[in-house]
């Protein structure tokens, strides 16, 4: 186990995977709370990104709230293998930038931010949990993309058995489908135009819940 955790963290070349994965599981166990699922925006966020053109630079940076929330949200220790991972990066950040100079590294900085912000592969983040229909929490995405995106389209399948492969989402609505007719969506590239223009929906459209205090406390 521990071997193939030091592979995951080595070959890794982003500082956040594995730091994802730890924080990731806690969005499956305690979808909605505002401390313990870093995946919902924080108030502030709600407060200055309002408007079609505060959204779009929302959208555009979208990659460094993600970075940076949990940190003040819900911080946690560092762990030997994010240690690990984070000297590994900035070892081949370091590398790239004396081959090839700043303006390669410009480049990656750039297709990052692109590539998770203003991007249609990206549409995934907003078109999971944001509540474009007042009282469905999860959508699932159906479209040609999914070919591509190792099928995180599925997601309310992926919600519902966290456990199956990436490559067997799809044959659990094929399994069950009277349990998936539900609204989806069939284009990102929709889901991010109405995100940014509709001036119902924004950072605050996220269903906000709780957890009890005892099962809080076990987490910290």
Known sequence: W???????????????GITFKK???????????????????THLEGYLFYNTFTKLIWVILQPLFY?????????????????????????????????AGPWALAYLI???LLGMGLHPMAGHFISEHYTFIK??????????????????GYHNEHHDFPYISWS??????????????????DSWCGVLYKYITDPEIGPY???RRGVPKTEAKKVE
């Open 110 to 112: 750039g297709g990052t």
């Open 67 to 99: 970075t940076i929330r949990p940190l003040f949200v819900h911080p946690k220790p560092m762990e030997n293998l994010e240690i690990l991972n984070s000297v590994w990066t900035v070892g081949w950040n370091y590398l790239i930038y004396q081959i």
């Open 135 to 152: 009282g469905q929490e999860t959508y699932s995405y159906y479209g040609p993309l999914n070919y591509i995106a190792w099928n995180v």
């Open 23 to 41: 924080y990731h599981l806690e969005h499956h166990r305690y979808q909605g709370d505002e401390t313990l699922d870093v995946d919902i925006p």
């Open 168 to 185: 067997r989402l799809p044959k659990v609505r094929e399994i069950a489908p009277e349990y998936y007719q539900m609204p989806h969506y």
């Open 205 to 207: 459209s996220r269903v």
């Open 2 to 16: 521990y071997q193939r955790r030091v592979r995951e963290a080595v070959v890794s070349t982003q500082s956040t």
